[in-house]
């Protein structure tokens, strides 16, 4: 079977890259981004596999399940597979001009071993192997929230380290309370064999409240904030744009192939603690003073729209929340670099001190202003198509309250994102030095917004990408 | 004639004139005053009656000449040459430029206006006239040239609303607009007297006809002695120019409007008499003689109004009354004012002029001064106080500690694993009931 | 790509890619930004003139992309939004040859081009958007660029002016985009149709229309500034002249009207939305807007301020237009959209000539300025008397088929609004000539620079006395073909079926 390769390679080759950075540390930079360049060649393989031929299933080791692991591709892992390579690719660049030596040495391996970790995790078809790159991730995630070095990153490191292990332990639970019911690791089979029981039950409430925990969903969001706000810009990167929607997206796979079909208030109840976040995120984003504390909460914040799809259970939801996630992803991406770049440029992130940055960072503060357009929802970007369907699918199931919601969570944005700008164009109150940033790292800014600019041009195309392999034809869709 | 020669003659009436408005284009030609009724002369000289139509013009209009614009024409050229005249005695340096611009605005108005053949070329024409008569008043004059001129405006600017709005009863009911159509057409229709009353109003205004002759005398007590000369041959002259080729005489008959008209003549003729002889100065007989000529040519069209019969046999007369109308008073200002030259103590003493203003200047006034003092943000104070409560509420120490707090209690472990526990509760308990 | 389907896309590039260049050169590049600016903005115009050739011999331009599954991105030229194009394109030319001149020497003036294009390009989108989503697409694209062109000078003032901006017109985007989705959700389509697309739906969908309706005319209305939503526009003259001078006659305050005109003819249908009785309202908002902006300019000693309420009563007319229901009253409407733009710009124009020239701001330092500048302000009163509605302008023309239509429509209380506002716009403008020409001058000017013999600089003189002419031909050779208000009659009698 040929496109074994690519799922296959998909991982094999961030953890060659891993290896590699790490034997060679003085090459760790080239040798980074050639891996980068050939995961995104993989994913672009896998997609046109997938294409041609539907979604594919590959059996390690020729093992199959119930006893084996296998792996397997559809349009929604696709749709993950291609956030993180375009996230991954520029972060990539970004991080060239960002790290000195000594911190390069410790990042690139790490970053790839991280990268390996989450292709893994979406191309996973059973719960557990699910549990083993959660576990992996989160690992890979502390350390390198840990490699700012200091205090503060220790102490968000340590935190983080608890939280992570928290969640993965009510996982980790409910998948042995399932495998207990049902005999079985693997999705396909527990889609089939799971009913409604006691254990089950347990088992859905232990592993949606792990999950929960670690996607920062109100009011299990505590973590977030300091912990991406004292990481080093590109970690704070993957950590908003990846890592916490690996849980999310585990529990995306698990509602719709496993969980027995539900009544509508537990989607109520996901979508409510969604409206919370959304709406606490935005209030606590607009009273903070600095940059990274503002954004991180805006990430609890963004995070909240994604779960106003539950209640909705119709496709054109369901695709609404993944293509938000995707712009968000890259969005997120291109606003944490850009306030990496102000934050190197000044020494501090103060929203008041800005200093006319608009004259001196100009690339930056276009990055920043393209970027927080698509987190707004205006158009043209990736976060208005997302914020259409989801829009158009609360209207048409007559839950329009939800919609609501999202406005809501538009206008606070926009309240921050102008905030910032219009700052940007004025003076400080008291000057300081400043120094000059390196051009890739301006340049990469601009251009992961650029993609989140195209992703509102040119969205017809993942969306019909992210229904290969009917992902939501199956339980909990219309 | 052929067509092109006539057209360019006559665009060149009033199109000459406008043209020598522009500083920068006269500066080179002596007695530019004299020179721009250079194509009226030639027009007059032409004894052919002719028109040209030019329907890419505003909503499609023309300029003709027959007999009795024939009259009104030369009136006009007589007027405003030894205007012109006047014009070149001692005046204030720094303003001939402007007052020859304004001259020759009024000019222009004023031929173009006898010349028009339908209803908003003679609109146009007559509001060009207004405002240049406007600026020949107050330009370079004192306080009660000032005064005259803004009540002149005033009245100027409604008198167009009024006529405005005839324009438009008639566009409703046809798209041509020239004379004989626009008659023909309002005449049936249920807004006729509508459109007679605000024909009547605005011509009045503009004509100085009592009882609407608020700018008359200010007028004829402060005008220069070459606005002086001109008030009887162009604004009176246009204006009861226009209430005749506006009012469809011969094809109405509206007796109630026409009696009406008629006691109103009388009355001004009466007022004229009487007010003038009481007022004493001879400075200011023209004006009283204009009150009683126009009251009289009010009544005659009250007249013409009742009976229709009347008005088609007589209104041709109406020209010739203009033209008198005009002359005569002109001849009446001149002498005047030679008297005046000759003998000073003939002369009373001029009016007052620390004159309140009058009412309508007065309290238009007060209300923007009151206006401009309540501030210029949309509602202010209410804003302002919504800016402020909004301000103070995000001010307030129970927002922010809500906030903070709830931050703070939601990182504390015990808080935060208990809340993970209840939520796993809670999903399962859900889930397990649904 | 024919050229029927590219040629939108053509006239979009066309300023977008001289903006988009403009960003990256350097300030002192100077000859090679102005012409790149004039060089786009030429090519725009003939691209148009080319455009409406072919759509009289009846040429199909239209492009489309798709967007969403089930809806397409459209650009289409049909009559209306060649009105639109042309008036954006000819005013678009006018202003680049004024800001050159009234930026000469200021700081940051490559991104303040750069913006400058953008928003040309935005307000060509909404001009030749063919469905409610591409049209959504592209005013909030204008709400974007538009801001820093109003934060250009950096300073505090500028910043709060540009925050109130924003506000209002995020919140106005956001009821538009509700108003939208709701709209596709009943219908299921979006494409802008002759007579609107909308009478067919179920009577149970009336009252959700009705709302919807609100929704929309909201959204459009602040960026049209109607009561209560006019707000932002005095705050936002603290932007250089050039940006008022756009803003207010071109781009955004034409972009809100214009939707409103979509709305009402290309969506609901006006014969329709009439039925629904939502036509009265709106007439009545506008009526309502028309009088409380003339009444607010009267109160204003700057300059700008009160030329920014005027507008604010003037685009009302615009809606008023649209509100009566009858194609006289349309005529009146789509004309005003035309003649008030080169009016209000000529008197744009004019005031930031006396700011930049002599630092005149307000209406009591502009006495006797009528012989320091003649040609400024006899453009001047060439724009006020058209605001007035004095024969023979082009305001004299909008006027007259306003009341005309209001007299067919039956809503003969619409004259005397017109009445009302005509003698409310004598008080506030022709007290300004006044001063001008007949009041002696002061000693000094507040800020005095020396042009030599000329008044002012050509590039800042030659705007206005252009739009001045063009405001006089509009109004004289209105019943010529090509003018304004032919291209109104022919716009309605398609919206009309007549």
Not at chain 1, 1 to 11: K, T
Not at chain 3, 9 to 27: D, H, K, N, Q, R
């Amino acid at each position: 079977m040929p496109w074994l390769h690519w799922g296959v390679i998909a991982i094999v080759l961030p953890l060659a890259g891993a290896m590699s950075c790490f034997l060679w540390p003085r090459r760790a930079i080239p040798l980074g981004l050639v891996t980068a360049l050939g995961i995104v060649a993989c994913v672009a393989g896998l997609g046109w596999q997938l294409v041609e031929q539907g979604a594919q299933r590959y059996v390690v080791g020729g093992w199959g399940a119930p006893l084996g692991i296998d792996l397997y591709a559809d349009g929604l892992s696709l749709l993950m597979l291609m956030a993180t390579a375009a996230v991954g690719l520029g972060v990539s660049i970004y991080s060239i001009g960002y790290f000195n030596r000594e911190k390069a040495r410790y990042f690139w391996p790490l970053w790839m071993f991280l990268w390996a970790a989450l292709n893994a995790l979406f191309l996973s078809a059973d719960i557990f192997n699910l549990y083993v790159t959660l576990e992996l991730l989160g690992l890979a995630a502390v350390a390198l929230v840990a490699l700012a070095g200091g205090a503060e990153a220790l102490t968000g490191a340590m935190r983080y380290l608890l939280v992570s292990l928290l969640g993965s332990l009510f996982y980790l639970l409910g998948v042995a309370l399932l495998y207990h019911s049902s005999g079985s690791v693997d999705i396909a089979i527990l889609a089939a064999r799971v009913e409604s029981s006691p254990a089950v039950w347990a088992a859905v409430g232990l592993i949606s409240a792990g999950l929960l925990l670690k996607t920062a969903l109100f009011p299990l969001h505590f973590w977030l904030p300091s912990t991406h706000a004292s990481a080093p810009a590109p970690v704070s990167a993957l950590l908003s744009a990846l890592v916490v929607k690996a849980s999310f997206y585990i529990l995306l796979r698990l509602w719709l192939e496993i969980f027995p079909p539900t009544s509508a208030v537990l989607g109520q109840l996901l979508a409510l603690l969604g409206a919370a976040a959304v709406l606490w995120g935005g209030l606590q984003a607009l009273r903070q003073t600095r940059l990274k504390m503002l954004i991180a909460y805006s990430t609890v914040a963004q995070l909240g729209y994604l779960f106003l799809a539950f209640p909705l259970a119709s496709i054109t939801g369901w695709t609404g929340a993944l293509y938000m996630l995707l712009s968000h992803a890259v969005a997120k991406t291109a606003i944490f670099m850009a306030v990496g770049n102000i934050l190197y440029f000044g020494g501090h992130d103060r929203i008041a001190d800005l200093d006319r940055v608009v004259q001196r960072l100009p690339l930056t503060v276009t990055a920043f202003a393209l970027a927080g357009a698509s987190i707004m929802g205006l158009p043209p970007s990736g976060g208005f198509i997302a914020k259409w369907l989801l829009l158009e699918a609360a209207i048409r199931s007559g839950q329009w309250w939800w919609g609501g919601i999202l406005i809501l969570g538009g206008l606070l944005s926009a309240a921050w994102v102008f905030k910032v700008v219009g700052y940007a164009f004025t003076r400080s109150r008291a000057p300081h030095e400043s120094r000059a940033v390196p051009v890739g790292m301006e340049w990469s800014a601009l251009a992961m917004s650029m993609v989140a600019i195209l992703l509102g041009l040119f969205a017809s195309w993942p969306l019909a990408l992210m229904e290969i392999g009917l992902p939501f034809g199956g339980k909990g869709a219309e | 004639m052929n067509t092109t020669l006539s057209a360019i003659l006559l665009l060149s009436v009033p199109g000459y004139p406008l043209l020598l408005a522009f500083p920068a284009l006269r500066s080179r030609s002596p007695w530019p005053c004299h020179i721009a009724l250079l194509p009226a002369v030639i027009l007059l000289a032409v004894p052919a009656a002719f028109s040209v139509d030019l329907p890419w013009l505003l909503f499609g209009s023309g300029l003709a000449v027959g007999e009795r614009s024939r009259w009104l024409l030369a009136m006009a050229v007589v007027l405003w040459a030894a205007a012109a005249t006047l014009l070149r005695a001692p005046a204030n340096q720094p303003e001939s430029n402007h007052l020859t611009t304004f001259f020759l605005l009024t000019l222009a108005g004023s031929l173009g206006a006898i010349l028009a053949t339908d209803l908003v070329g003679f609109f146009t024409f007559s509001t060009l006239m207004g405002y240049g008569f406007y600026g020949l008043l107050v330009n370079g004059g004192e306080m009660a040239a000032q005064r005259a001129g803004r009540v002149y405006l005033a009245l100027l600017i409604l008198a167009d609303l009024a006529l405005f709005e005839a324009l438009l009863i008639v566009a409703a009911v046809t798209d041509d607009l020239s004379f004989g159509a626009a008659h023909q057409a309002v005449a049936p229709s249920a807004s006729l007297n509508l459109y007679l009353s605000m024909v009547l109003i605005g011509f009045a205004l503009k004509a100085g006809i009592w009882p609407l002759h608020f700018w008359l005398l200010p007028a004829f007590r402060s005008a220069r002695p070459a606005a002086a000369l001109l008030l009887g041959g162009v604004p009176i002259a246009t204006g009861l120019l226009g209430a005749v080729r506006w009012l469809p005489l011969g094809e109405i008959s509206s007796p109630g409007l026409g009696l009406a008209l008629q006691w109103l003549g009388v009355g001004a003729m009466l007022h004229a008499i009487v007010a003038g002889r009481m007022q004493g100065q001879l400075k200011m007989l023209p004006a009283y003689a204009a009150i009683f000529a126009t009251g009289l040519f009010i009544t005659a069209l009250g007249a013409g109004l009742a009976d229709s019969a009347a008005g088609s046999r007589y209104g041709d007369l109406a020209h010739l009354f203009i033209v008198s109308l005009g002359f005569g008073l002109a001849v009446l200002t001149v002498g005047i004012g030679w008297l005046a030259a000759r003998s000073p103590d003939a002369i009373a003493p001029a009016k007052r002029a620390g004159d309140p203003a009058p009412w309508f200047e007065r309290w238009p006034g007060a209300a923007v001064r009151w206006g401009a003092q309540m501030g210029s943000d949309t509602l202010p104070r209410l804003r302002g106080s919504w800016l402020a409560a909004a301000g103070r509420l995000w001010q307030i120490r129970a927002w922010q500690s809500a906030l903070d707090g709830g931050e703070r209690s939601l990182q504390r472990w015990a808080f935060a694993i208990t809340l993970l526990l209840l939520l796993g509760v809670a999903v399962a308990f859900i889930g397990a009931l649904s | 790509m024919s050229w029927d389907t590219g040629m939108p896309l053509l006239v979009l590039a066309s300023s977008l890619l001289p903006g988009l260049v403009i960003f990256f050169l350097p300030e002192e590049r100077v000859v090679t930004r102005t012409t790149l600016n004039l060089a786009g903005a030429t090519l725009k115009l003939a691209l148009v003139g080319v455009m409406i050739w072919g759509v009289l011999y009846g040429h199909h331009y239209e492009t489309r992309l798709p967007i969403l599954p089930g809806l397409d991105l459209v650009l289409r030229a049909d009559p209306l939004s060649i009105l639109f194009v042309a008036l954006s394109s000819i005013l678009w030319l006018v202003t680049t040859v004024y800001a050159i001149g009234y930026l000469e020497g200021s700081p940051n003036r490559s991104r303040f081009f750069g913006f400058f294009s953008l928003c040309v390009t935005a307000t060509v989108g909404v001009a030749l958007a063919g469905n409610l989503i591409t049209f959504l697409l592209f005013y909030e694209l204008l709400t974007l660029v538009t801001y820093p062109l109003i934060v250009h000078r950096g300073t505090e003032v500028a910043r709060r002016a540009g925050r109130t901006y924003l506000f209002y017109t995020i919140a106005g985007g956001t009821l538009l985009l509700l108003g939208t989705v709701w709209l596709y959700t009943l219908a299921g389509s979006l494409d802008f149709t002759a007579r609107g697309f909308l009478s067919g739906l179920d009577g149970a969908h009336h009252t959700a229309l009705v709302i919807i309706f609100v929704l929309l005319i909201g959204g459009l209305g602040v960026k049209a500034a109607l009561i209560p939503l006019h707000g932002w526009l005095p705050q936002a003259m603290v932007a250089p002249a050039p940006v008022s001078a756009l803003l207010h006659a071109v781009a955004v305050v034409k972009a809100g009207a214009f939707g409103i005109m979509r709305v009402v003819y290309d969506v609901y249908g006006i014969q329709f939305a009439a039925t629904l009785g939502v036509t009265l309202p709106l007439a009545i908002v506008a009526a309502v807007t028309i009088i409380y902006g003339s009444m607010r300019a009267l109160f204003q000693d700057d300059l700008k301020r009160r030329l920014a309420f005027s507008t604010v009563s003037q685009v009302a007319y615009i809606v008023l237009g649209i509100a009566i229901v009858g194609p006289v009253a349309t005529i009146g409407g789509l004309v005003h959209l035309v003649h008030q733009g080169v009016m209000k710009i000529t008197l744009f124009f004019c005031a930031g000539n006396l700011a930049e020239t002599l630092g005149i701001h307000k209406v009591s330092e502009m006495n006797g300025v009528g012989r320091r500048m003649p040609w400024t302000m006899a453009a001047f009163t060439i724009g006020t008397f058209g605001m007035i509605g004095a024969p023979p302008l082009a305001g004299f023309i909008s006027k007259w088929y306003l009341g005309v239509g209001a007299l067919d429509g039956g809503q003969g209380w619409v004259v005397f609004i017109l009445a009302g506002s005509s003698l409310l716009n004598a008080g506030y403008f022709l007290p300004i000539l006044y001063a001008a020409w007949f009041k002696a001058p002061p000693d000094s000017w507040p800020a005095e620079r020396s042009f030599g013999r000329r008044e002012t600089a050509w590039a800042l003189l030659a705007p206005p006395v252009v739009t001045a002419l063009l405001t006089l031909a509009a109004g004289l050779l209105a019943s010529a073909p090509f003018s304004p208000l032919q291209w109104a009659h022919f716009i309605t009698t398609l919206e009309y079926a007549l």
